[in-house]
């Protein structure tokens, strides 16, 4: 026992997580790429073109069930839809849970954050925004706690921890929540009942300009989306709009990649 002590604290210390942090970088049409595999999963960090982390804001984005970061970073063209954004954001796509019977991979905002810091880019100190689709509301639930976190948007994915954001709606005013609805319209529309500033659209405008000013302004907009749930990701039309309500300054267009 007295040998084995030693062998477990050298397995839990900090650099030995560290030595089991593989990065690979690259560079991609939208911006610059990092894929950090740690031991609790796959972090996806984009730096677009034009992107100044003086007046920066965090986008972070959480997959559905039934997904992998992985598979919806190449299928779905994720590096492309946040870039489309035109949001001078870091961009960090995240693993998360699989299915009910799998675990949540990154509970903690704080963890992820430090991993990015440490082996993609040094942070920028601007608003974090977390976009959720389907499942991925489970684990921003995790992260309501997180002092920084201010801005919500769950793509068809309200479907459960209620009270937990409403409790995260009401802690602080700078809080807003964005719904984008297809099959959770009915719990989602439950949740905004009898709340004040709230805004409802029947769709999701083709472009930010779309939106009327109450609607951008409002602490809790709920869209009933004519995409289905999977199209909600997968159209590229969806996805790009909506985070422009999340108060992030823009790319001046002469900054942004011309393609």
């Known amino acids: 026992m007295s040998r084995l002590f030693p062998t477990l604290l050298a397995l839990l210390s900090p ?5 089991r942090v593989h990065v690979q970088q690259d560079e991609l049409g939208q911006g610059r790429h990092q894929r950090i595999a740690a031991p609790s999963g796959v ?17 972070l984005y959480v997959h559905g069930f039934n997904n992998t970061v992985d598979r919806t970073w190449r299928e779905d063209r994720l590096a492309h839809q946040l870039s489309k954004s035109g ?20 509970p903690d905002l704080g963890r992820v ?42 793509l068809d994915g309200m479907y459960g921890f209620v009270a937990e954001y409403q409790r995260w709606l009401a802690a602080d005013r700078r ?18 009942r009898g709340l004040k500033g709230v805004a409802i659209r029947g769709d999701v405008p083709a472009t930010f300009e779309g939106f009327t000013r109450r609607q951008r302004g409002a602490r809790v907009l709920h869209m009933r ?9 997968k159209s590229g ?11 992030i300054a823009r790319i001046p267009r002469t900054a942004k990649n011309p393609s």
Not at 43 to 59: F, K, N, Q, T
């Open 87 to 106: 949001l001078n954001a870091l961009f960090i796509a995240v693993a998360a849970p699989r299915s009910l019977m799998d675990t949540v991979k990154f």
């Open 113 to 154: 954050l430090a991993l990015v810091s440490r082996h993609a880019t040094r942070l920028p100190t601007g608003r974090i925004v977390a976009v959720g689709h389907s499942g991925g509301y489970w684990t921003i639930a995790s992260w309501l706690d997180h002092a920084r976190l201010e801005r919500i948007v769950l």
């Open 15 to 19: 650099s030995f997580v560290e030595a």
């Open 175 to 192: 809080h807003r929540i964005v719904f984008v609805a297809r099959g959770t319209a009915r719990l989602s529309r439950r949740f905004i």
């Open 43 to 59: 972090i996806h960090v984009l730096r677009p073109r034009g992107y100044r982390r003086e007046d920066a804001g965090v986008v």
């Open 237 to 247: 039309k969806v996805i790009p709009v909506v985070l422009q309500l999340s108060g």
């Open 225 to 233: 989306s004519q995409f289905s749930h999977s199209g909600i990701v």
